[in-house]
């Protein structure tokens, strides 16, 4: 089967992270979404930019604009918060989009973390279409340990298997590190994250080998073929499957929400963000066994990690990039900053 084309030279518009805000903010707004959600999911957005995470940036707003033209996605959610157990809180998103439902549930799951020691947050009919690092940094940088876990629609096989039965099933973990930026990774239970294969797909390159397999069953680095039909394969076989199943089963079976492929049975295929749940976990260091050195001790592990050349942390090319990105702005595809001005209304 014949590869993907040669890649061209993508011709791109600059724009800085406020521009990034403001045309996401006003896109939404010309869609259906009231001023509250709108600056919540374009504070999402913008994040996503300035860190270059393409994938989960400005890319991702025709599939807003879709959900909430079709009117899956309720553009004026109002999130409504449930106290349900000394260590456990609920938010209901009411059909919104995740990031205004996250922002609610924040202070609550603090405040529980910090009289439990742990504490859950589990967040209900949401539409999540980002990446989860941004919610658990924002627990790191208050001096918390944070988990956070979601689904997505079947994308992903089971090991072994032919049939998209788990989602990307992303998880992220934020540790806290006092006087400097928080130790942060984000990943998918796949082997490469969706919007990156659509990216490839976009521009014209391959994935590499393990990514996906075609509608035959068929190994592919193909983005098309992986996508037209074919599935995403765990990364490390049934490692990243069984890590997928138990996502599916603290999103959906633990909290009362949608496993993936649910998620995909209610949609209306508007290609937009599917409907289902999100789960948090917050931890205290300060209520633990070592409230003093815990942060001290962490460190010593890390300058182990960093002390050979060529090694870092995860995060910190993120933090490289938010760096540059927050004088020099953003490179936007030509292509998608023409198509949001025309779903912005000109």
Same mark, same amino acid.
């Given at each position: %089967?014949?590869?993907?084309?040669?890649?061209?030279?993508?011709?791109?518009?600059?724009?800085? #992270?406020?521009?990034?805000?403001?045309?996401?903010?006003?896109?939404?707004?010309?869609?259906?979404? !009231?001023?509250?959600?709108?600056?919540?999911?374009?504070?999402?957005?913008?994040?996503?930019?300035? !860190?270059?995470?393409?994938?989960?940036?400005?890319?991702? /707003?025709?599939?807003?604009?879709?959900? #909430?033209?079709?009117?899956?996605?309720?553009?004026?959610?109002?999130?409504?918060?449930?106290?349900?157990?000394?260590?456990?809180?609920?938010?209901?998103?009411?059909?919104?989009?995740?990031? #205004?439902?996250?922002?609610?549930?924040?202070?609550?799951? %603090?405040?529980?973390?910090?009289?439990?020691?742990?504490?859950?947050?589990?967040?209900?009919?949401?539409? +999540?279409?980002?990446?989860?690092?941004?919610?658990?940094?924002?627990?790191?940088?208050?001096?918390?340990?944070?988990?956070?876990?979601?689904?997505?629609?079947?994308?992903?096989?089971?090991?072994?298997?032919?049939?998209?039965?788990?989602?990307?099933?992303?998880?992220?973990?934020?540790?806290?590190?006092?006087?400097?930026?928080?130790?942060?990774?984000?990943?998918?239970?796949?082997?490469?994250?969706?919007?990156?294969?659509?990216?490839?797909?976009?521009?014209? +390159?391959?994935?590499?080998?393990? &990514?996906?397999?075609?509608?035959?069953?068929?190994?592919? &680095?193909?983005?098309?073929?992986?996508?037209?039909?074919?599935?995403?394969?765990?990364?490390?076989?049934?490692?990243?499957?069984?890590?997928?199943? %138990?996502?599916? #089963?603290?999103?959906?079976?633990?909290?009362? !929400?949608?496993?993936?492929?649910?998620? /995909?049975?209610?949609?209306?295929?508007?290609?937009?963000?599917?409907?289902?749940?999100?789960? %948090?976990?917050?931890?205290?260091?300060?209520?633990?066994?070592?409230?003093?050195?815990?942060?001290?001790?962490?460190?010593?592990?890390?300058?182990?990690? &960093?002390?050979?050349?060529?090694?870092?942390?995860?995060? !910190?090319?993120?933090?490289?990039?938010?760096?540059?990105?927050? &004088?020099?702005?953003?490179?936007?595809?030509?292509?998608? +900053?023409?198509?949001?001005?025309?779903?912005?209304?000109?």
């Amino acid at each position: %089967m014949a590869g993907p084309a040669a890649p061209t030279a993508a011709a791109s518009v600059h724009l800085s #992270l406020g521009e990034v805000h403001a045309l996401a903010s006003r896109c939404l707004v010309a869609n259906g979404c !009231d001023a509250v959600n709108a600056g919540a999911v374009a504070d999402t957005i913008a994040a996503a930019e300035r !860190d270059i995470c393409l994938s989960h940036g400005l890319f991702r /707003l025709p599939g807003y604009v879709a959900s #909430l033209r079709s009117g899956k996605v309720n553009g004026s959610a109002r999130p409504q918060v449930e106290d349900l157990a000394p260590g456990v809180v609920r938010v209901d998103g009411k059909g919104g989009f995740a990031p #205004l439902a996250l922002q609610a549930g924040r202070e609550p799951l %603090m405040g529980k973390a910090r009289s439990q020691g742990i504490a859950a947050l589990a967040l209900n009919d949401i539409h +999540h279409f980002a990446a989860l690092w941004p919610e658990v940094e924002a627990l790191a940088e208050q001096g918390l340990c944070a988990f956070a876990f979601t689904a997505a629609f079947p994308y992903v096989v089971a090991a072994g298997g032919r049939r998209p039965i788990y989602g990307t099933n992303p998880m992220a973990f934020a540790w806290p590190r006092p006087g400097r930026d928080p130790l942060v990774f984000d990943q998918a239970s796949s082997a490469l994250a969706r919007g990156e294969i659509m990216i490839a797909a976009r521009e014209g +390159h391959e994935v590499p080998p393990g &990514t996906g397999i075609d509608a035959d069953g068929n190994a592919t &680095t193909d983005p098309k073929a992986i996508l037209d039909g074919g599935a995403q394969l765990p990364f490390g076989g049934y490692k990243g499957a069984s890590i997928a199943l %138990m996502i599916e #089963l603290l999103v959906g079976a633990l909290i009362g !929400d949608k496993f993936s492929f649910e998620a /995909l049975a209610a949609d209306n295929g508007d290609g937009g963000p599917p409907k289902g749940g999100e789960l %948090m976990l917050a931890i205290d260091p300060a209520r633990f066994g070592d409230p003093e050195g815990f942060a001290a001790h962490a460190e010593l592990l890390f300058a182990q990690i &960093t002390a050979e050349e060529g090694v870092r942390l995860p995060a !910190d090319r993120r933090r490289r990039n938010r760096a540059t990105t927050a &004088t020099a702005g953003v490179a936007v595809d030509a292509a998608l +900053h023409a198509r949001i001005l025309d779903l912005a209304g000109g």
